[in-house]
């Protein structure tokens, strides 16, 4: 069972839940997508004991060979290539590695490269496998680290996957072929111009959802209206406290405090209840 947990902006307390989740549930694993800020190892501290070097592919071009035709970089859709004077000049920081040039070019003058863009760091929490991922510093494309750390997922046990913030393409990979999604926002028209955005990709994608409202207070009727409307089921909130904050300000888990483990256990038990509905519907499609 793959959960993903996504927010539309940063900040709403998305690895917040995801990580009180993942230690509530026990016998799981979290997986840290938000390579280029990965922040859930703060609060879980694991002791990472296995380490992985990822890498891309990069065109490298063959003078010897090239004609200048410029097929290779009619192909390129990141713009990756171009053709000066029958030369052509490669951008290393927006290639996306996905080989296209090497089929398009007629005369077998790309080759591929490898480019080290960051690592897979693995480690344990008590029951609680955690993996994260650490782009590179001055790397600008992380989704070929969240692609690896997915493709090492063992599908039969359940996994939480705290994806990045917005809607960008290391969030399309993140949440793509996940079972449900976690939809966390905050009571305020900001959070909820981006909760709408989040809820039009998993629609786009088929992947059905939840919400938990963090921050919780007297604006929640923002959220449960369009909730309502949406007929999205609102799984859980966390209260807005002064508390939660020194909390987290502190890199503790609030499930570690009874006074705040409740609310965690009501978002689990509304978790596996959609889910099952979601499943059985499927079964009966």
């Known amino acids: 069972m793959l959960i993903s947990v996504l927010s539309g902006k940063g900040g709403t307390g998305k690895t917040t839940i995801a990580v009180n989740l993942a230690v509530l549930l026990g016998n799981s694993s979290y997986v840290d997508c938000d390579v280029e800020e990965p922040n859930g190892h703060i609060f879980l501290k694991p002791h990472f004991s296995q380490r992985k070097r990822v890498d891309t592919m990069i065109p490298a071009i063959s003078e010897d060979k090239c004609t200048g035709c410029g097929k ?16 052509v000049i490669l951008f290393p920081e927006i290639c996306h590695g996905c080989g296209g040039c090497i089929l398009a070019c007629p005369h077998h003058a790309v080759t591929e490269s490898k480019k080290y863009i960051g690592r ?9 496998q955690c993996v994260r991922g650490v782009l590179e510093i001055g790397q600008p494309v992380g989704v070929p680290i969240i692609r690896e750390m997915k493709n090492g997922i063992n599908g039969s046990s359940l996994t ?26 905050e009571p305020t028209n900001f959070g909820l111009h981006d909760l709408k955005i989040a809820v039009q990709l998993i629609s786009k994608l088929g992947i059905p959802g939840g919400v938990v409202i963090n921050r919780s207070g007297e604006d929640d009727v923002l959220i449960e209206e369009y909730c309502s409307m949406e007929g999205i089921p609102l799984l859980g909130k966390i209260p807005f406290e ?7 300000s502190r890199g503790d888990l609030l499930v570690d405090y009874p006074k705040y483990r409740k609310y965690f256990k009501e978002i689990a038990q509304k978790l596996g209840g959609v889910i099952n509905d979601e499943t059985a519907c499927d079964n009966q499609r």
Do not use: M, W
């Open 242 to 248: 002064r508390e939660i904050a020194e909390i987290y």
């Open 72 to 87: 290779c970089a009619d192909f390129c859709y990141f713009n990756a290539l171009a053709v000066v004077k029958k030369k």
């Open 160 to 185: 939480i996957l705290d994806c990045p913030p917005g809607s960008s393409c290391a969030v399309v990979n993140s949440i793509q072929g996940t079972d449900y999604a976690l939809l966390v926002t």
């Open 120 to 128: 897979i760091e693995t480690g344990r929490r008590g029951n609680v």
